[in-house]
């Protein structure tokens, strides 16, 4: 794998996602380590879609752990019940937030963050092993195109666990 992403220029969010999986794919097919594949798939969304804060929270010792993350320092630990990460996880759901100054209980990590997606990651077992939270700062800024092609890609780190 190239050590650098080939990013297309479109502002059309599935053309890119849909360059951006083989290479997210051949990063993380071959790599044993979680701690590096969650790294290089939230570097590369980073990377390729500009996005406030990427980032994955862990489940340990019954909450959500931050774990690799792109951007401002985050968020240590978020309870179960708490904010749009606890919400997903609890749900066992992708959500999107349009404006997560509407969001009940919303955890402002950083006051910059204007609109949110937070999808879980599954276990074999069914169980949620972790969740992928993506912030914007501009309001609205996530849809179904955004929730799909994550899914996607969090399915190649469901393989490995």
Same mark, same amino acid.
């Given at each position: 794998?190239?050590?650098?992403?080939? #990013?297309? *220029?479109?502002? +059309?969010?599935?053309?890119?996602?849909?360059?951006?999986?083989?290479?997210?794919?051949?990063?993380? #097919? *071959?790599?044993?380590? @979680? %701690?590096?594949?969650?790294?290089?798939?939230?570097?590369?969304? /980073?990377?390729?879609?500009?996005?406030?804060?990427?980032?994955?929270?862990?489940?340990?010792?019954?909450? @959500?752990?931050?774990?690799?993350?792109?951007?401002? %320092?985050?968020?240590?630990?978020?309870?179960? +019940?708490?904010?749009?990460?606890?919400?997903?996880?609890?749900?066992?759901? *992708?959500?999107? #937030?349009?404006?997560?100054? !509407?969001?009940?209980?919303?955890?402002?990590?950083?006051?910059?963050? /204007?609109? !949110?997606?937070?999808?879980?990651?599954?276990?074999?077992?069914?169980?949620?092993?972790?969740?992928?939270?993506?912030?914007?700062?501009? @309001?609205?800024?996530?849809?179904?195109?955004?929730?799909?092609?994550?899914? /996607? %890609?969090?399915?190649? %780190?469901?393989? /490995? @666990?």
């Amino acid at each position: 794998m190239a050590e650098e992403l080939l #990013v297309p *220029t479109s502002t +059309d969010r599935a053309t890119v996602y849909n360059a951006l999986f083989p290479q997210i794919e051949a990063l993380v #097919v *071959t790599e044993s380590d @979680l %701690i590096a594949n969650l790294a290089n798939v939230t570097a590369a969304l /980073k990377e390729a879609f500009g996005f406030f804060w990427v980032g994955f929270y862990i489940v340990k010792e019954g909450q @959500l752990v931050l774990g690799p993350f792109q951007g401002p %320092i985050a968020c240590t630990r978020i309870a179960f +019940d708490k904010g749009v990460c606890g919400a997903s996880y609890s749900q066992q759901k *992708t959500l999107i #937030v349009p404006d997560v100054g !509407e969001f009940p209980g919303h955890i402002a990590c950083n006051s910059a963050s /204007k609109s !949110e997606i937070v999808t879980p990651v599954f276990h074999r077992n069914g169980t949620v092993a972790m969740v992928l939270d993506v912030d914007s700062d501009q @309001l609205n800024d996530f849809s179904e195109v955004d929730a799909r092609e994550l899914g /996607k %890609i969090l399915r190649l %780190i469901e393989r /490995k @666990l």
